[in-house]
């Protein structure tokens, strides 16, 4: 018999992603509860961890999620739009922090991934699955201009900068920015040339950006005509760290200076994020899935999963209750293992289910659907 926590998890994945059909969303809320249970998206283990939901067996179960993934009925896209139009409207009062980045999935397929700075992770926004060694059927910017597009709507009005590394500093990806009337972020690489703005405001020989600063402990601000084909007026910030080999380089279309550079460093938090789904967390690329139309559709579980993982967290964390799950002195756990233990917790001890409602992903009232997430 399904636990308390399943099936009020599954009537709320019912209700909400209304575009499934009945056993879709079922499946779906399975995976997602089975694949937190097993920390895990490796079919076998998700399967044994849902043995205690079900009476069928472990291979039964497993066939289950297979026809799942393998679905071409669950649009993935259209699916997703319905979770970015509930949780978008709540971070659009106040800046947002947007990074890009790409990440691979062993040789079989890259991901280009857009997510949303939130505490220490970066939660995903939007996605697509490119393949990893095959000839892409359209060019990366297209790509990139295809996932703003999507949550374009969504960003609306809000300040919202665009965050990337050294992959997407350069023209076309400014560029993208301004098409949408973004802001951006970008490290670039000290090959790069420049002109400097002098206190007239004219700008002088083009020099390589590496040459601003040229030893440890050394930093540059100022207002530079980058590149040369296609140049652009913009601003350039760049600190060389002492502990570092080579000096962090950033351009952006506000103005330079230490802001900028701490507000790049905070793209790595996308690092830690990529490690939660693979090798330190859900371990996706021990999946065997192959196929990038199978790819796209395990994501869709593993990022549900993330959201609310981070819900759980941020509710931990907001009502005071971190300590009882991680060190006071040291932060050793990342947001969702401690969105994890707390959802556990709450299950054992709500044995009548009283306050399983209130842990779940989003809440219903009178007026619709609310998502909150305030750590």
């Known amino acids: 018999m399904s636990s308390l926590l399943c099936e009020a998890w599954q009537k709320q994945v019912q209700e909400f992603f209304t575009r499934l059909h009945g056993h879709q969303s079922k499946t779906l809320a399975w995976f997602v509860l089975g694949a937190i249970r097993a920390q895990s998206v490796v079919l076998p283990q998700v399967a044994e961890a849902l043995l205690a939901e079900s009476e069928a067996k472990a291979s039964s179960i497993e066939r289950r999620l297979e026809r799942f ?20 409207p709540f971070f659009c009062k106040e800046p947002m922090r947007i990074i890009v980045d790409v990440t691979p999935y062993e040789e079989h397929a890259q991901v280009i991934y857009v997510g949303l700075l939130q505490h220490s992770r970066v939660l995903p926004l939007v996605w697509k699955v490119m393949p990893g060694q095959q000839k892409w059927d359209q060019g990366f910017w297209k790509c990139i201009d295809e996932l703003f597009e999507r949550i374009a709507p969504h960003v609306g009005s809000a300040d919202c900068t665009i965050i990337g590394d050294s992959a997407f500093g350069c023209f076309p990806m400014v560029q993208v920015c301004q098409k949408y009337g973004w802001h ?24 390589a950006v590496s040459k601003l600063v040229r030893e440890p402990g050394k930093r540059f601000h100022g207002s530079v005509r980058l590149w040369q084909d296609e140049s652009i007026e913009t601003e350039l910030s760049i600190f060389w760290d002492v502990t570092e080999e080579e000096a962090l380089i950033v351009i952006s279309d506000r103005r330079a200076g230490k802001g900028r550079i701490a507000d790049y460093r905070l793209r790595w938090r996308v690092e830690a994020t990529f490690q939660d789904g693979k090798s330190r967390g859900w371990d996706w690329e021990s999946s065997h899935v192959r196929a990038l139309d199978r790819v796209n559709r395990l994501l869709l579980v593993l990022f549900l999963l993330l959201w609310w993982l981070a819900h759980l967290a941020a509710t931990c964390i907001h009502h005071g209750k971190r300590d009882r799950y991680d060190r006071a002195d040291r932060r050793d756990k990342g947001i969702f293992r401690i969105g994890r233990l707390y959802l556990f917790d709450i299950e054992r001890r709500d044995v009548r289910g009283g306050n399983i409602q209130q842990c779940l992903l989003f809440r219903k009232d009178a007026s619709g659907w609310c998502f909150s997430l305030r750590f």
Do not use: K
């Open 69 to 88: 993934l393998s679905n071409p009925r669950i649009d993935v896209e259209q699916t997703w739009e319905q979770l970015l139009a509930q949780v978008m």
């Open 184 to 207: 951006y972020l970008f490290r670039i690489v000290g090959q790069h040339t420049c002109q400097r703005r002098s206190s007239r405001g004219q700008f002088g020989e083009s020099i």
